[in-house]
């Protein structure tokens, strides 16, 4: 927001039209990225997606019946206020369901408030816990106990997160926001559902599908161990 920030913006874009039409050879972390770039790059691209740590393969699930996992920043690109709302939909017949943010809260702090000022208004006071940023021990304890990992982004390019999940085999529900629908494949190795075109998000359809793996915990896990597999 604001002019010098606009400013900013234009210039980073500026130069980087001009570094991808120049450059020769890109390594691409998704087919997102070439999509993006589209005739603006014309050399060769390689596509080597972000390295997964084999601990993640090795986990072993216990998952906890309506405990719901988010891990990113506490953002409004993020979509973590569609996602408390979601929740507060999902408890009218889900009372158990239970959601744990992990991630930085201050690089929007304002946004930050304004999701702890609806988790108070909404009296979802214990069904939420922000849990700041994790060690990679802790997240692992947070995959493992997690029934579902919830990414409902606006924007990504190839969350970690959800190659994270994946390997944990941790049942996945995601908007298709960037390369995301490159990583899942819905009804197979996870759950996606379109980019809300509003900024205020889908939360009713959000909720419905988080309901639906709340509801069939076999099949969710079905699908975190073929993406696992894959």
């Known amino acids: 927001r604001g002019w010098p920030n606009r400013l900013r913006g234009q210039l980073d ?31 060769q691209a390689y596509c080597i997606e972000n390295p997964c740590n084999d601990r993640f393969f090795d986990l072993s699930r216990r998952p906890i019946p309506g405990r719901l996992f988010f891990s990113g920043y506490v953002c409004a690109r993020k979509g973590v206020l569609p996602l408390l709302k979601a929740l507060s939909l999902l408890r009218a017949s889900h009372s158990g369901a ?22 108070r208004h909404a009296g979802l006071e214990g069904a939420v816990t922000f849990l700041g940023q994790l060690t990679q021990e802790q997240i692992l304890e947070e995959y493992a106990t997690c ?19 994946m390997a944990a085999a941790v049942p996945i529900i995601a908007t298709r926001a960037g390369g995301v629908p490159w990583m899942i494949e819905h009804g197979a190795t996870g759950l996606t559902l379109p980019v809300p075109q509003s900024p205020g998000g889908d939360p009713q359809a959000l ?24």
Not at 99 to 118: F, K, M, P, S, V
Not at 147 to 165: C, D, G, H, N
């Open 98 to 119: 239970h959601l744990r943010i992990a991630g930085y809260t201050q690089i929007e702090a304002d946004y930050y408030r304004l999701c702890a000022d609806y988790v």
């Open 147 to 165: 029934a579902a990992l919830v990414l409902p982004s606006f924007q990504e390019t190839a969350p970690v997160v959800i190659e994270e999940a």
């Open 13 to 43: 874009a500026a130069y980087e039209n001009c570094v991808i039409r120049r450059a020769r050879h890109l390594i691409i972390i998704s087919p997102y990225v070439e999509q993006v770039f589209g005739r603006r790059f014309t050399g």
């Open 207 to 230: 909720a419905e599908m988080l309901a639906t793996v709340l509801d069939d915990p076999v099949t969710a896990e079905a699908m975190g161990q073929r993406a696992k597999a894959e």
